[in-house]
């Protein structure tokens, strides 16, 4: 991961809960709780590559 960490070619994906995130969050990552995730397709680009 830290080899494309800041790559713009890959966007990080965090599927956590809101409360887990509360814990530790990763202000690189686009946060989406997976609950979320249907309904939130489209701020997903789908020009990169999606780490999960």
Request: a negative charge.
């Amino acid at each position: 991961m830290r080899k494309v960490l800041g790559n713009d070619h890959f966007v990080f994906l965090d599927v956590r809960t809101d409360e887990e995130v509360k814990y530790l969050s990763f202000p690189f990552a686009l946060h989406i709780p997976m609950n979320e995730l249907p309904d939130r397709l489209g701020e997903v680009p789908k020009d990169k590559f999606i780490r999960v």
